[in-house]
């Protein structure tokens, strides 16, 4: 009866319900999952009036009905799948992922969470419960990619990384910016991690042309940039978009990476360079004026936008467009500079 009235008061009393559900013994665990999932149903339905998961213990009980929801036997039931959508939702939009970390169960990096997350990305499930899992995999995460004990073998982690770039397929144009950012957030922390970059499914290293969604000191970007490892991993790759895409990425961070990164960046970048044909660079269609393209073009929107800013030193984001303006300019000078010294080395031997 209370599934078809309106409002926050209706929503709020069904969260309250599960929570009691969840927290009360049950001798028939098929009958309180199916209360539970009614309960998830009813609180969720409705996007203006989200129940936000208050505490840790609030938070284990959706993880757990996410389990329950794995164990079931009706797992591609449509109604379950609306019932697991909300849960992601909740979970995504009011969880905290330190308040995931220290929880001891549900344990979200046990086989059968990772598994039953991955089967949300699946082709043939409901386009917005994919939507959903995309959104929720940042809170979990952590401990997947970044683990000195893979929790997949080679072979699984390549499917795993297929069926996410399939997930971030079906959602194409209807990204909202909450879910690009949760899209590009796995990412680097697939990337950042030396076992996982390399199962990355390649058209997936595009992604990184556009970091928009992320604020430019976004710790994590900060950390992948400046991960030294990477770029001799990333060079292995069978894939030239991968080591393509990435130094791209770097040039167009050029100021914000370590003294020992940049130095590097350079020095593969003039071996880049020195393995081109010359030919390549007198029409323009080297690597390194691609990736001048990229800065200056860059470089060109930022100085734009500065000039439409009141002149301010106090101003934060006057003074990020200012830094940003140099750092596309410091870069631009080095690329410049690296061209024309081989250019001036004239054809390879």
Sequence with gaps: MISHLPGDNVASKSYEFLHVVMSTPEPYPQKKWEVCRLAVRIAYKNDKFVPRARDHSETEHLLSFLIDCFQSTTVKDQNQDKSI???????????????????????????????????????????????????????????????????????????????????????????????????????????????????IVPK???LLRDLTPLPDDFPLLLSCINNLELMNVIKTIDNPLAFACWAETLWLKYTELTPDVREQLEAVTKETAKKEPIQHFETSQSRIDKHL?????????AEETLKLLPTSSVDPAYKALVDKVRSLGGAVKALEDIRL??????PKA
């Design 85 to 199: 959508q909300y849960a992601l939702y909740a979970l995504a939009r009011t969880a905290d992922p330190a308040t995931i970390a220290t929880l001891k169960s549900p344990d979200p990096n046990k086989p059968l969470f990772v598994q039953g997350i991955q089967s949300f990305f699946h082709e043939g499930r409901p386009s917005d419960l994919r939507k959903a899992a995309l959104l929720f995999l940042p809170l979990v995460c952590d401990g997947w990619f970044s683990t000195r004990s893979p929790i997949k073998g080679q072979k699984q982690m390549g499917q795993f990384c297929r069926d996410w770039a399939s997930a971030v397929d079906s959602v194409g144009q209807t990204q909202t910016p909450d879910v690009k950012e949760a899209i590009l957030t796995v990412l680097l922390k697939m990337i950042n991690s030396s076992r996982w970059c390399r199962h």
């Design 293 to 301: 393209s990229t800065v200056r073009s860059e470089l060109g929107r």
């Design 204 to 206: 997936n290293w595009e």
């Design 341 to 346: 010294d081989r250019t001036a080395t004239g």
